[in-house]
């Protein structure tokens, strides 16, 4: 039996979930906008108290290690470093593009993983159901709105679009004739899918150490952009 906490913080929303074997015992999502370091020990707390489960019970933490929002990011993967380091068990990082495809892998269709960067620019990847899961079919990636529908356009496949990126470009993604919004239960990093596939991983033991895992930001923060305009 192996009891997992997890977590995600890539988005304006704080994912957690406690699962065991697999099995999402409890969650907690909470809308945080940029407030996750207040946001994410009382939700933890809570679930805990809510589940019955012991910090020291835990076997193993996973983490949504983005491509995501930096400030928010920082908090989660750091939180579970060092959770992970306090209760000596292993840390199992995850894509959140993955924890957004995830729950999708039923349907035939092409999925489209996009999250909220910022300044018309969105995270990406996409990926094709598999038995099982999904598997990713390109890389995670950074940019415009505009270009990533461009790509999709040109590929002419049916596609299911998932996460907030799609609706804060609404303009753009509006533009697909092929293409079918997830919609808004499908906006952010799943916690549920994150006890699932960690789990697996788990099982294989595909994990980190604590101090191995590290955000995937795939671009410098706001205030890095800001000084080398400056400079």
Known sequence: MTLMLAIDTATPRVAVAIGEDGRVLGSVYLSARRRHAEALVPAIAYLCEQTGVELRQL??????????????????????KIMGQA?????????????????????GQMIAAVLDARRHEVFHARYRPVSGGVQLVTEYRVGPAVELVAELEAGGEDVVLAGDGVASNRAAFGALERAVDAGREF???SATALVEIADGRVGREEFSAPWD?????????D???AWGNRR
């Not at 193993?60 to 579970?80: D, E, K, N, Q, S």
């Open 187 to 189: 906006e952010a990093p």
């Open 87 to 107: 209760l000596e068990v292993p840390v199992v990082g995850v894509s959140s593009l993955d924890l957004v495809a995830h729950p999708l892998r039923f349907g």
């Open 223 to 225: 205030a890095e952009l």
């Open 213 to 221: 895992v590290a955000p995937l930001y795939l671009r410098a923060s």
């Open 59 to 80: 076997g193993a933490v996973a983490v949504g290690v983005g491509p995501g929002l930096f400030t928010g990011l920082r908090v989660g993967v750091t939180t579970a």
